[in-house]
């Protein structure tokens, strides 16, 4: 159980941070190694790819990305320590019931920073655009919304079946 829990947690932090970070430390690929992608929670980074970002953008970006990987490092490692700590124990051991409460308040307090810390990233990134390409990025997030929007009525136009009809 403790393994899967620390396997999940890695694959959901890898989630958030591996495009970002490989697309910064890239320099190959479509778009100078900035790539696009398919919306999802990373789409305003992704779509960074798609607006001719110069070797200084990027660099400036690649900097705030390692500021607040570092930054982040020191909280996720407290977190993962109290994590260990509660799995450690056993529901019949006093103090149980308050480490599950304490976890539970830190998980929080962890999520309420990392959507403050993607926040500010984003804010960061988007005043290191040109005015042309914070417009291009309005174009290409309004046309990726449209594309959901006709694949959410497609969808629902052509429903699965949920037997299979080769019986």
């Not at 990726?144 to 009809?165: C, D, I, L, M």
């Amino acid at each position: 159980m403790r393994k899967n829990v620390k396997l999940a947690l890695a694959l959901a932090s890898a989630l958030v941070m591996a495009p970002l970070a490989i697309a910064v430390a890239q320099d190959g690929g479509p778009n100078g190694g900035w790539h696009g992608g398919h919306g999802g929670h990373h789409g305003a980074f992704q779509a960074l790819g798609k607006l001719n970002l110069t070797d200084a953008q990027k660099a400036s970006i690649k900097q705030i990305m390692q500021t607040a990987m570092a930054q982040g490092k020191t909280q996720r490692q407290a977190l993962h320590q109290q994590r260990e700590a509660f799995e450690a124990l056993t529901p019949n051991q006093a103090g149980y019931q308050a480490a599950a409460a304490s976890l539970a308040q830190a998980e929080g307090a962890a999520a309420q920073a990392r959507v403050q810390q993607r926040a500010a990233i984003r804010a960061q990134v988007y005043a290191l655009l040109t005015p042309a390409q914070q417009q291009q990025l309005a174009a290409n997030k309004a046309q990726q919304q449209a594309r959901r929007q006709q694949w959410e009525q497609f969808k629902a136009q052509h429903p699965v079946s949920g037997t299979n009809s080769a019986q």
